[in-house]
């Protein structure tokens, strides 16, 4: 029963109806969701985390061998996988910069990974002193391959990563300033872009609809 004071007709009083279907989702079917959406997330996390491996472990053969020339070629595809998963780069703690900072990203004598292999091959011209810095690299993306199969993940961290990471290419990585040695940007951009799209692509379920 409604009451409106002042109203005048049916002494300001009447009855309030409301139509349409309840609809209710359960606690249960919400945590089912958002474990639909990491799963297919870490599935495709651990698809590009195995091929990591495989394609780092053909880069730092060459780079340990010290040939130049096979190093180079090797190097595009090494990085294209850890540009696609890097939407949760931070959710890998002290292995993101490990295997991905560049320089003055880190003190100097703690610099390693593929940046600093990069600049040894396009600026020094030469491999020299960087068997330790492969060897490691390899070791690297090794632990990384085992941790995504146990790391936490949230689909809220799955979708801001990536929108994170498409912010990064378009005001930073733009610029050319990650592969600031060997101009393969366009190489890195495409994997961001690759692995922002399947980010929210398994997270896209649990988002309301949009109403056009």
Same mark, same amino acid.
């Given at each position: *029963? ?5 109203? &005048? $007709?049916?002494?300001?009083?009447? =009855?309030?109806?409301?139509?349409? =279907?309840?609809?209710? &989702?359960?606690?249960?079917a919400v945590a089912d969701a958002r474990a639909a959406a990491v799963g297919r997330y870490r599935d495709y996390l651990e698809e590009q985390?195995t091929l990591l491996v495989s394609t780092t472990t053909t880069f730092t053969n060459a780079v340990v061998a010290g040939d130049l020339a @096979?190093?180079? +070629?090797? %190097? ?23 295997? /991905? +900072? ?18 040894? *091959? %396009?600026?020094?011209?030469?491999? /020299?002193? *960087? =068997?330790?810095? @492969? ?9 990384? /391959? ?9 689909? +809220?961290?799955?979708? #801001? !990563?990536?929108?994170?990471?498409? #912010? $990064? ?7 050319? $300033?990650?592969?600031? %040695? ?12 690759? !692995?922002?799209? #399947? +980010? ?9 609809p949009i109403r056009r």
């Amino acid at each position: *029963m409604l009451a409106c004071p002042g109203g &005048t $007709e049916n002494g300001g009083k009447g =009855t309030l109806t409301v139509t349409g =279907t309840a609809t209710t &989702t359960s606690t249960g079917a919400v945590a089912d969701a958002r474990a639909a959406a990491v799963g297919r997330y870490r599935d495709y996390l651990e698809e590009q985390s195995t091929l990591l491996v495989s394609t780092t472990t053909t880069f730092t053969n060459a780079v340990v061998a010290g040939d130049l020339a @096979a190093a180079k +070629a090797a %190097y595009p595809a090494a990085r294209v996988p850890y540009e696609r998963i890097e939407p949760v780069a931070e959710s890998f703690g002290d292995l993101d910069p490990a295997i /991905d +900072a560049r320089a003055n990203d880190v003190p100097a004598a703690q610099w390693g990974g593929f940046h600093k292999i990069e600049q040894a *091959m %396009y600026v020094n011209g030469n491999l /020299d002193r *960087m =068997t330790p810095v @492969a060897q490691k690299l390899l070791a690297d993306v090794k632990r990384l /391959d085992t941790l995504v199969q146990s790391v936490k993940l949230e689909p +809220a961290a799955i979708a #801001n !990563g990536a929108v994170e990471l498409l #912010n $990064e290419v378009s005001t930073s990585k733009i610029t050319g $300033e990650e592969e600031r %040695y060997s101009h393969i940007d366009l190489v890195d951009l495409v994997g961001n872009v690759d !692995g922002a799209k #399947n +980010a929210f692509q398994s997270v896209e379920k649990l988002l309301p609809p949009i109403r056009r």
